[in-house]
């Protein structure tokens, strides 16, 4: 596994992050999305494309609805590859990157009589590892005044857990959150906040287009917690509306 060093050596760039008060946080400049081609994810590539920000959509596989937002898409990148972490870096080598969004996640059910080994790998690598190291491989690409935001459940939290099943994606979730919290703490100082976002219960195919809300009102709340972090609320694990959810 290739080591990617955390080389802070950035340009200071800021990127159309001015305006009124109430828009001073919102991401204007270069986001780069995993997981951008379906989902949560396409709607989060839509909205930020909207405000006029310069997005980079990351995913393995393309689709027309993503092509037609005119946006760059880097394609094939297989998040959970290391050799994928260094080539999106190469591809970004020139960019910096004023908001992060790891988005790609998996969910496959499980019940104590049916969860299977691999199964919890592929959730554990996707959905907790792959973030991780994504985000190390591209930490010299965020400048001081970044944002990294991990989309993970509240499926994750050991507190609000109340229904048992779904072993490893609980797992993976719960493993995300923590690696959240580290990051937080190793990137304040460099100035770029971290934040833990729950989506909400929504309909799209990974849950089978059951929830109860749809992707747009997710994408629009995530973006609001996202234009309200600074380094002040830096780690915390909230819900798409703002709750702030137990660990």
């Keep these: 596994m290739p080591s990617f060093p955390l080389d802070w050596s950035v340009r200071r760039v ?25 989902g949560i ?11 006029g920000a310069t997005v980079v959509a990351v995913c393995r596989k393309g689709c027309p609805a993503l092509d037609a937002l005119g946006v760059r898409v880097e394609c094939p990148i297989d998040v959970t590859e290391p050799a994928a972490w260094s080539r999106l870096a190469d591809r970004l080598a020139h960019d910096d990157i004023e908001l992060l969004i790891q988005n790609a996640g998996v969910l ?12 919890v790998r592929a959730q554990l690598e996707l959905n907790a590892i792959a973030p991780l190291f994504l985000t190390r491989a591209l930490a010299s690409r965020l400048h001081p ?3 990294v ?3 993970t459940s509240r499926m994750g939290s050991i507190g ?4 048992g099943s ?26 770029i906040a971290v934040v833990i976002l729950h989506p909400g219960s929504v309909r799209t195919g990974m849950t089978g287009g059951h929830g109860m809300i749809e992707p747009d009102e997710s994408a629009r709340g995530l973006l609001q917690r996202i234009d ?16 702030i959810l137990p660990w």
């Design 14 to 38: 800021r990127i159309g992050m001015g305006g009124g008060s109430k828009r001073r946080n919102a991401v204007m400049g270069i986001a780069v999305i995993t997981g951008a081609n379906r």
């Design 41 to 51: 994810g396409l709607e989060l590539v839509r909205q930020l494309r909207s405000r």
């Design 108 to 119: 496959i059910a499980d019940s104590l009589e049916n969860v299977g080994l691999d199964d």
């Design 145 to 147: 005044g970044a944002k």
């Design 149 to 151: 935001a991990l989309i």
């Design 160 to 163: 609000d857990n109340s229904s």
């Design 166 to 191: 779904y072993y490893g994606y609980r797992m993976s979730k719960a493993a995300l959150n923590a690696a959240g919290v580290s990051l937080a703490h190793d990137l304040k100082p460099r100035g």
């Design 228 to 243: 309200e972090l600074g380094l002040e609320t830096s780690g915390r694990f909230l819900h798409q509306n703002g709750e």
